[in-house]
Each structure stands twice: as structure tokens, then as C-alpha cells.
């Protein structure tokens, strides 16, 4: 089940009320709607005797409301599970319908029948939960309202209601507007959906048949002029018209509404991050820069310098550079030292239908009026002839637990780019053909030796074995036991959230849980690493509800022996003082649920902070143990700058995690509009130096897509520039950095990392 740290949600209640009255439809504020695809609703209404109306029971009659909606939707539909056993909570991703005495620890109001709790993020919603108010006496039934023996709220009209609320429709009647319609603000005997309604689903829903969401094909690009002068602003965007713009200056809506404009006689205040978000009816997409404003010319200097390049004849080659300094800036591409083409404003030099004539020394001479600057030489190789496959990553043998998700991964060089094919106890695997193969509920019939072979036209090269083994029943399970993130607090930033869930599939108890918020032992003479945050504050919750929070961890008293067991349990690293001023709580017995841990600085400090989330049973772990199922964090992320994830796989068996660094989805399907472009992320072991894996874009792999499916939303496209992999590892500790590629400009970036089942 994926998790969204809190702040990045923004919750609405809509409420229900038994009174009568009449009721055009309208939308909740920001005209919030799901993105395209399936709304799966979970119905956990309790069982009963049939209904008055025929109904088998809750579930059934919530289903039926579900499809009467759905007949008027498009581009988005209901889907349910019936008796769902997801779990329960506000602020999970999981959309849940059930009866309760209260909405998730908030008292109902004295007349409220039911309540819809909604979660968006910029203009899409990711999470509605409804919940039935028990204090009333329910029935199902059509026409007039009337108060039956040992009853007095009709299930139908409400559940209708609320399902409205779901999509994104608000009370009419609330509005000014006085038409009949099962969305008006109280219970009346509307027992169906009228044309109000229906004209408001369609509204929010309508098909868009041919219809394409925008792109960007020419974005904005960082500028550096001087005070006084005048910059232009343009964007050029793919899609299908009309599109309307909207500009923001450091997140501050400007008042701009196309697609360029000429910003004259700047100054210090028009500097800052420039972003401009494109929408039509499909959705949105966004290109940001930033505008620095300088008090006289500043000469160009050369950043990312042009890579050298190896290609067979005929393929298109790109050379590029980066380049800071005023604004305009020129650049003269270069050939063995003679100019090559005219100078002109682009960074980048694309040569198509390479030949061997082309083959050389590559540069290029950047140039405004505070003076130039010369790259370095790239070199172009044009290969005469075709080079066989050599695998670069081979797969690895794992044992696993029957049922598991399993990964074998390879890659191999070559030209031209080689084709894979996976073997069985070398039997071809049929449609296995991707470097990745991922295997589902892998069991005994799974188990086998596997190879990989890449074939190009010089030739073919297939890798080492790697053995799949199936642990015998009752072997301890593996599960993340240990999870951290590792980032700075930077100025002005109050604090930032660490989010988790406690469960799993089949588990049953509670689970002890330590959390820390280390600084000043990071700073202590135990690591002496500089910069660290002062006095870490962390405040742990089950969303809304605050269960505790810590100062400094040897404060109360009391608390001490009961963290200091749990630290020595995991063996992980002791605070360098009793009264030092790092954070630490401990909670003996955690139920299955979303939990989020807020780290800040009690005197508005500044530093790296490591926040921890660990796993502190200490008896036998079996299959129905809680355990610690993801960690998900959103954080802004300068172009220099990264956020780290550290996890451990406890047990003796390997483990699946799915790992995201998400950027361009955050602004594609929530508009977030300072989402990072182009994340990428870096597996490493415990204490190693080197990456062992890692992604850039994730490819649209639709193995990939498939198990992340099965625990969290999916990335906005296959193009999209999300990080995304998936991978077995055997036990012990990892950490992934998620930063901007090289180039790149930085951003808000959720990094998570997720057990698979």
C-alpha cells in the first residue's frame, strides 16, 4: 500500500446531514478530480440480513450505487472489492467504505449521517474514504424517506451521495444553486440520480476521444541577465488545443496566462524558479528554470562538459553542454578546431545519419557579451563494423520463500544494442525477453537454473547460472526490519515526513517500534561528520493522531531504559551521550496501520538529520509477525544535492523491494509544480562506495509496471522520467540515493522503497 508523507496531502470533509430540502451540480474547490483509470473502492461494511429492498447485505447495496455512478463515467470508473480486508485508515491511498462511530478519531456532527474524507494532491485526487455513521439505525429502501421500526437512515440515497463526494461533487444547494439532485447537502427523498448529477459525472468525466495531454517539446531554459534588461519567457508544448498556462514565480502564482511573454527592465525580485504549467482537458505538464539577475556581464563557464560518443554509420549522434553565466548566451560547435555550422543559441549539437567522415574531435565555444568559454574535446568514434555482446550485470542466485516475487537481472554491451532471451534449466522462457526477468508467486515448479543470452548481429554471449531455490515450509521469513532517511533541514524548512506501514498480508499482533532522529551523534567525535542538525525534534503519528513525541531522548527519564533495550536489541549505533540532543521514541506495541514520523529542529536549526524507523521485536518472527512493509518520503532536493533511503532485509531468505524516485509523475498526475524532471537513483551494500545497480528512467517495462501495481499508484506514462526498479536481495543493509541526473535541474522527488509480496 503506498503512503504519502502528510503534508503533500490535502484532506476535505464532506459531510451528509438528515433534514429535507431540495437540491445543479458543483465541484469540490479546484475542480479535484482522479486521474484516468480504475477508483477501487474497498467495502468493509459489516454483514447483515437481507435489506427491505431485496439487497443482500451493506457491500451489496454500496455496489449497486457504484455502478449507477459508473454509468455515466468515462474516463475514470468505479471498481470494488467486496469484503475487502485492505487496511483501514486516513491517509493511506486506500479507499475505504465502512460504518464506524467516528470519521478516523473525529467526531461526527449531530446530524450527520456519513462523511467522505478526501486526500489531492495539486488538482488530483488520490484517496476518498466514506465512512457510515453507526449511531444511526440503517435500512435500504426506495422512495419517500420514512422511519421504519428500529430504523431511521436509508443506506442507498446516502451511499449514492457519498459516492458523488468520491468523484468530486459538492452540495449544490450549498452553492446558491436550487435544483433536485441526490447531492444537495441533506437527505431528502431523491432516491436515484437526476440529470444534475449526471450532467456533473460528466462534467468531471466525459470522454476525451482522441484527445492527447500535453508535452513538452521546448522547455524553458536557465537565464542570467543583467538588471535592466528584458528576458523572454516561452514555452512550446505537444498535445491537443486548447491549452491554458499558468506561470508561478517560487511557487507564487504570476499573473500570466500564455504561453510566452517578454518580462521587461528586470530586477532582484524577478529572480527565482520560473515554472509554467501547461493544462488541457487530458491533464498537465510542467518545464521549470531558474532567473538569476546580475548587477554586470558575467563571462560563461562551462559545467558539464560534451561526452565522447561511439556509433555505428547511420545512427543519430548528440553532443551537449552546460553552461552558467549571462544570458544571452551563443555557442559555436567545433571540428578538429573549425567551426562547424553557425553559432546559435542551442546548447546541444545533433549530427543525424552519422557517416565515418564525421568521426573527430568535438567542442564548442560559449559566448556572451561578459566574454567565452571553451569546453573540452569530445571525441566521436564511428564504428566500422558491428561489436558482439559482453554482459556488463549478470543475475544472482537467491532462495526464496514460496510465493515470492522474484527478480533476475542482466545487462550486456554491444552494437548494435543486443536482444535478451531467458532460459529455464535451459528451456527458452516464453515472452521473457527484457534484461529484467521477474518472476510472480514464484513456487517449487519456479525453482530451476536460469541464464540469460544477448544476441546481436556479431554475435551472442550468454551469462553465468543463477539458481532459484524455494526455502522449506516454516523457514523465517524475510522483511525490512530497519528503515532510514538521511537528508539536510534546510533553513526555513520546519520540518519534513518520514512515512511507513505496519502489517503485511495474513499478519495478526502488534509490533514494537523504535524511531530516532539523529544529529549531534552523527557530529560527535564517534563519526565527526560536520554540518548535522542541532536539536532534532520527531513527533510520530497515526495519521491525524499524534501518538508521541521527543526533544531530546533522555528526556523523561523513564522513557531511557526502555530505548536504550531497543537500541541494543538491533545492535545498531548508541547515542553518544545521555543527555545528548538527539530524539528517540519507543512504542512497545504498534498496531497494523500507516504511521508518519515529522522530524524538525526545536530552535529552527539547520542540518543532516538521519531519521530511523526499526522493528524492535525480539521474540520468534513467523508469517503472521507485523513487519515493516515501506518508507516514503517527499522532499525538495537541490540540483547538487540528494536524499538518501537505508534499509535492512531481515531473515534468511531473499527479499523483492520496489524502489521509486518519482518526479515527473508528481507534476503530470498532481501537479505539484516544482516536481523534479528527471530523477535518478543508485543502489548501494552496507558501506560500499560503489554503486551496484541503480536507474534512470524506468523504460516502461510492463513486468515493472505489473508488481508496482500491486502495492502503489502507477507512474504518469511509460516515457515518464521516474526512477523506477525492482530487485531481489539477499539479507542485509542497503541504502539508495535519489538525486537529479547530472545536468539536471533539482526538485521535489518521492523516494520510496517497498517490500513485495
Known sequence: MS?????????????????????????????????????????QLSPNAPLSDGQANWNAAAATQLAAWNQHLVRSTFLWVTDSTAPVGSGNLANNVLFAADNFGRAFGDSTLAVTTSFRIGTRIIEADVTFNTKYRWDSYRGPLRVAAGFNAEFSRVALHEF???????????????????????????????????????????????????????????????????????????????????????????????????????????????????????????SSMLLTVTDGFVA??????????????????????????????????????????????????????????????????????????????????????????????????????????????????GTPTPTYQWRRNGTIISGATLPNLVLSRADLSAAGIYTCTATNSAGSATSNSATLSIAPAGTEPSRLDGLSVLTTLVTGEPFFTVATVIGGAGTVGLKPLLVRASGPTLGSPSFGIPGTLPDPRLELFSPPTSLATNDNWGTPAANVPGISAAIASRAIFPFFAANSRDAAVYNSGLPAGNYTVQVGDTGGGSGLVLAEIYDAGTGAFTATTPRLVSVAVLKAVPADGLVTLGFNIGGTTAKTVLIRALGPTLGALFNLPD??????????????????????????????????????????????????MVITLNPGGYTVEARPVVGSTGGSVLAEVYELP
Not at 8 to 37: E, I, K, M, N, Q
Not at 259 to 274: D, E, P, R
Not at 696 to 719: K, M, R
Request: aromatic share 8%.
Open 3 to 43: 503512503l504519502f508523507p502528510l503534508p503533500a496531502l490535502r484532506p476535505a470533509f464532506l459531510a451528509f446531514a438528515c433534514a429535507s430540502g431540495l437540491h445543479a451540480f458543483t465541484t469540490t474547490t479546484g475542480s479535484a478530480v482522479w486521474p484516468d483509470g480504475p477508483i477501487v473502492m474497498n467495502l
Open 164 to 286: 458523488g463526494h468520491v468523484l468530486g461533487l459538492s452540495h449544490p444547494d450549498q452553492a446558491g444553486q436550487f435544483v433536485n439532485a441526490v447531492m444537495n447537502s441533506t437527505a431528502g427523498d431523491v432516491d436515484g440520480l437526476t440529470d444534475d448529477d449526471k450532467a456533473g459525472a460528466a462534467f468531471l468525466y466525459a470522454a476525451n476521444t482522441g484527445a492527447v495531454a500535453p508535452a513538452i517539446l521546448i522547455p524553458l531554459v536557465d537565464q542570467s541577465p543583467v538588471r535592466g534588461d528584458s528576458v523572454e519567457f516561452s514555452v512550446g508544448v505537444s498535445g491537443t488545443a486548447p491549452f491554458s498556462y499558468q506561470w508561478r514565480r517560487n511557487n507564487v502564482v504570476q499573473g500570466v496566462s500564455t504561453a510566452s511573454f517578454v518580462l521587461s527592465s528586470i530586477t532582484a525580485a524577478s529572480a527565482g524558479m520560473w515554472t509554467v504549467t501547461a493544462t488541457n482537458s487530458r491533464g498537465s505538464a510542467s
Open 675 to 724: 516536481a523534479m524532471p528527471d530523477p535518478r537513483v543508485a543502489l548501494f551494500a552496507a558501506g560500499a562506495t560503489t554503486p551496484f545497480a541503480g536507474n534512470d528512467n524506468w523504460g516502461g517495462d510492463a513486468q515493472i509496471l505489473a508488481v508496482n501495481n500491486l502495492v502503489t499508484f502507477p507512474p504518469a506514462s511509460a516515457a515518464s522520467r521516474d526512477a523506477i
Open 300 to 413: 560563461p563557464t562551462i559545467t558539464t562538459q560534451p561526452a565522447a560518443a561511439t556509433s555505428l554509420p547511420g545512427r543519430n549522434v548528440v553532443f551537449s553542454v552546460a553552461a552558467t553565466g549571462s544570458t544571452p548566451r551563443l555557442y559555436q560547435w567545433r571540428k578538429d578546431g573549425a567551426n562547424y555550422g553557425n553559432s546559435s543559441a542551442s546548447d546541444t549539437l545533433t549530427i543525424a545519419d552519422v557517416q565515418a567522415s564525421d568521426a573527430g574531435r568535438y567542442s564548442v565555444v560559449v559566448s556572451n557579451n561578459g566574454g567565452t568559454a571553451t569546453s573540452a574535446e569530445a571525441v566521436l568514434t564511428v564504428s566500422a563494423s558491428s561489436v558482439a555482446p559482453a554482459f556488463t550485470s549478470a543475475p544472482t542466485s537467491h532462495t526464496v520463500s514460496a510465493g515470492s516475487t522474484v527478480v533476475f537481472s542482466s545487462l550486456a554491451a
